[in-house]
């Protein structure tokens, strides 16, 4: 098999029902330079079958197993390390759908055709809320917005709390969706479908994220930040979110501690960002002071 333009790699836990769909979606593509990855995660010998007859429908398309439960990146880069060279590389969850059949071929144009860009952000349509999900984060957070999340999810009861109030508040928030904007250049891309261009994996790039899930965003954002790549949110390139995780909003206390280990991993990541920048305008002696915030 040739080396293809775009490898997907879809992370699977128990989501063979949902990778069906994935599968559809992706074999409707015009653009046909991709090869398609779904690390099973599951550690099960039925769901890894599920799995493998998917990947009869198309050679593009091929089940790799860990035999264990790597988590989201973990898995990600256990598939990247199998790869023969490719281009540009997706990573996604497989409960999400291409939004039609133009959707691979713009974000291929959209890479080659921006220098300079390291992580695209198609919008992520809920099925939930109707709303997009990115971009992730607009802009770097500030130290106190980040020791604020931190504080809100420092225990498993707190960080509970915090899911169902934040679910709570994107459920009021549903209406109508805008018609798409301009693209727009971001800090971090919502990280159930990140499409890293070669430049990023050129810069020494990986998805070696220290965490076993959670903050993965934060991980891809702050390599793009510090190598001087641009991550751009593009509103009129669509995927379709179905959210049929298999995390739902009662969740383990081990899931809600990584979810605490998250927050804090995002709060060092402020506090190296925030003194970059005061370094920086030290030793520049004029600096952009706007870019500052009030942490």
Known sequence: ?????????????????DAEFLVDSVLTQDFDGWRLFIVDNSG???????????????????????????????????????????EDVVVMNT??????????????????????????APAIISNRTNSDQNPHLASVPSVR?????????ST?????????????????????????????????????????????????GDLHHPLFLFGE????????RQVGLETVHFPNIEMKHVEHGTMGMRRSRAILRMSGEATKYALRAARAARQERLTSYSTNGSGPMGGLKDD
């Open 217 to 224: 965003e934060i991980y891809v954002a702050e390599h793009a």
């Open 95 to 120: 409960d999400i759908v291409f939004g039609n059949s133009r959707v691979l071929g713009q974000l291929r144009k959209e890479s080659i055709g921006r220098q300079g860009l390291g992580v695209l």
């Open 145 to 153: 917005a980040a020791t604020k999340r931190r504080w809100a999810t």
């Open 44 to 86: 099960s010998d039925d769901e890894q079958q599920r799995l493998l007859r998917m990947s009869s429908r198309d050679p593009r398309i091929e089940i790799v197993s860990p035999g264990m439960n790597l988590g989201y990146f973990g898995a990600a880069q256990f598939a990247l390390d199998l790869m023969e060279a490719t």
């Open 156 to 204: 498993p009861l707190l960080a509970q709390i915090a899911l169902v109030v934040s679910d709570l508040k994107r459920r009021r928030k549903t209406k109508a969706r805008r018609e798409p904007s301009e693209p727009t250049s971001i800090y971090a891309a919502h990280g159930a479908f990140i499409y890293l261009t070669r430049r990023y994996f050129d810069s020494a």
């Open 1 to 17: 098999m040739s080396s293809p333009a775009i490898s997907i790699i879809a992370v699977s836990y128990f989501g063979s029902s």
